[in-house]
């Protein structure tokens, strides 16, 4: 069974801001799949239960806002018994330039706060992840900037991140090997 967890914050104000393109992506994928979430309070989290190629996958989007990210997760991998090593959390980071995509099999949180509170919750870091990458600008407050709306710029390009990102989400469902897709789908560093 495969958990795909897009980070951001619920509600209609957030639903463009650069912190949410984790829930962006998942609504993508869902389109794709043409599936639709339902909330399930119990696991703080919207999500579906399906079969994608014969395989049990869980898209799930935390309710719990992007700094508490690690309660839904335990619960959702608790509750599921899904193995970390077939988890694949989805986040923005300001580490990477808008529309570069990174995938890594473990690591640090490198600042962002979703994947440090499931690092605290989950006591490892060796889970998946896809980082989208919506750069930073240094002279705006980084907590505006990552809570501010795309410009129409950065949505033409993170389009062509997000067709590529929810691509890849299916060839790592359909079995393909991480690794890779880390080859075939990681940006290079500018």
């Known amino acids: 069974m495969k958990l795909i967890v897009g980070l951001g914050n619920p509600g209609i104000e957030y639903r463009e801001t ?3 393109i984790g829930f962006i992506t ?3 994928l869902l389109n794709t799949y043409q599936l639709e979430l339902k909330v399930d309070q119990k696991l703080k989290s919207a999500l579906v239960k399906t079969k994608i190629n014969q395989e049990d996958v869980i898209i799930a989007k935390p309710l719990t806002y992007m700094n508490l990210s690690g309660d839904a997760v335990s619960l959702l991998m608790n509750y599921y018994k899904v193995d970390i090593s077939d988890i ?3 986040s923005d980071d300001i580490q990477l330039e808008t529309g570069r995509m990174r995938y890594r099999k473990s690591g640090s949180h490198g600042g ?7 690092i605290l919750k989950l006591s490892s870091n060796q889970f998946k992840r896809l980082r989208i990458g919506i750069g930073m600008k240094t002279h705006i407050d980084m907590k505006d900037y990552v809570l501010g709306k795309f410009t129409k ?4 390009v993170l389009e062509q991140t997000i067709q590529r990102a929810v691509e890849s989400i299916d060839l790592w469902i359909k079995n393909m090997s991480f690794d890779q897709i880390m080859t075939n789908y990681n940006t290079p560093q500018v």
Request: no cysteine.
């Open 153 to 156: 710029q950065e949505k033409e």
């Open 26 to 28: 998942i609504d993508n």
């Open 112 to 118: 962002q706060n979703g994947l440090k509170d499931i």
């Open 18 to 20: 650069r912190h949410n």
């Open 88 to 90: 694949l959390i989805i």
